[in-house]
């Protein structure tokens, strides 16, 4: 499990150091302006799609699918031509109204700023359809247990961004968008090929082929499993996608602020994603595929004893990070972000919503875990209700707090949704099981823990304050 867990825990940090390299030179090239703006517009509704598939979604409906189909290439082929002809056909429409899926996105915008947006829009959208190939064929990778190539092929979109960055350094802003947004596309090109390489390798290309050949005569061998798999999927989809709903609702509202509102929220996060993603996402792809076998053999007593040490593993760690983030969020952003076009104002921003979005990270990240039991058990419509009432939770404090608050207004919303999610996902693990769990020597650790760290993180940064 641990092997799997770092595995993933590595490619995301080595992928994640690259985005926040790429996010300190867009920091200091484009700043937070209309520009700066306008790119993060463009690329957050494929970013979204991205998120919702490949951080669990498809992966959570697929593999228990594909693990019980007696017909995987037909079947495979059969789910993969569903989904891409659905994906082809919203990024043509996007790419043929692009004003319109620009308005939907960022409402606030005049007609004058829809039309600067609309073109990088309908660029960015290819990703989406790139993605979603990427995420089925990294689903048949972790089958195989194969983790490796999906967790270091992010890096790859970085490294594409990266290098847009430094070939637009001396053009115009509007110019650097351009670049910016084919460096999305051929990051997403990049992704994919590192897959087809990988699946040939593990000999999993030619079956697939076989699939998509045999498919008309024998798609009614794999009619019943299509149903089963359409019926799990799309509440696993919506259950999946609260926190990227509720990322999409900020640009959404965030527009009706201030001039820079919509980049404060985007880096702030950048930042909180960095452990959710290291940490609770890593180890719930990792954890996956084997508490599904367990599951599926009912054999629930192997399956308790992986989350119990997936659980204490993430709280240590999430709660270490959470502390970490909160005292320090001005000093991270005044080291990451803070020069060029990037001035001091834009670090206290940027740094009252990393609070607001630390707050919620220890709920969000173990939610991700105990959300794992509901899909092992094929309760993928109870994860949709709970995912839904987080989300009403969002909206109803995001509409409360975005006055007095602004931009943090919407990042604490995004974290009461968290917190409300996490306490009926726990609902529904049993509140027994989960005392269980928490009962432990391991409780005083982590207690003990924290207040030494909290104790030890403010007199640094206290230091900090009269020395430097």
Known sequence: MFKAIFTNSFGILFSRVLGFFRDLMTASTLGANIYSDIFFVAFKLPNLFRRIFAEGAFTQAFIPAYAHSKNKSIFSANIFLIFISIIL??????????SIATQIIAVGFD??????????VAINFWYLPLIFVVTFLSAMLQYKRHFATSAFSTALLNI?????????????????????????????????????????????????CKGFKSLKEKSHKIKD????????????????????VSAFLDTFLASFLATGSISYLYYANRIFQLPLALFAIATSIALFPSIARYIK?????????????AF??????????????????????????????????????????????????????????????????????????????????????????????????????????????????IRAFGVKNFFDILISKNAIYLITGSILLTIALLLFKDFIAVYL
């Open 312 to 425: 204490w593993f993430l709280a240590f760690l999430l709660s270490a990070s959470t502390i970490g983030g909160y005292i320090l969020s001005h000093e991270i952003i005044w080291l990451l972000f803070e020069r060029g076009s990037f001035g001091a104002n834009d670090t206290l921003q940027s740094a009252a919503v990393l609070q607001m979005y630390m707050i919620g990270l220890l709920p969000l990240g173990l939610q991700k875990l105990f959300l794992l039991w509901l899909y092992a058990n094929e309760q993928q419509m109870r994860a949709a209700k709970i995912a839904t009432f987080s989300l009403l939770f969002y909206i109803i404090f995001a509409l409360t707090l975005i006055a007095p608050m602004g931009a943090a207004g919407l990042a604490l919303a995004g974290t009461i949704g968290g917190f409300a999610g996490f306490v009926m996902t």
């Open 225 to 244: 499993e299509s149903k089963k798999f359409k019926k799990q999927f799309f509440p696993a989809i919506w259950g999946n996608s609260t926190p990227q």
């Open 160 to 208: 594409s961004l990266i290098l847009a960055l430094y070939l637009s350094a001396e053009k115009s802003h509007g110019e650097i968008v351009y670049y910016l947004s084919f460096g999305v596309v051929i990051g997403g090109i990049l992704q994919l090929l590192s897959h087809v390489i990988a699946i040939r390798q593990l000999g999993l290309l030619k079956p697939l």
């Open 297 to 309: 053999n009912q054999d629930e007593a192997k399956a308790r004893v992986f989350m119990q040490k």
């Open 89 to 98: 056909l919203i990024t043509l429409l996007v790419n043929i109204l692009p």
């Open 111 to 120: 007609e004058d700023t829809v039309a600067l947006a609309s073109p990088f």
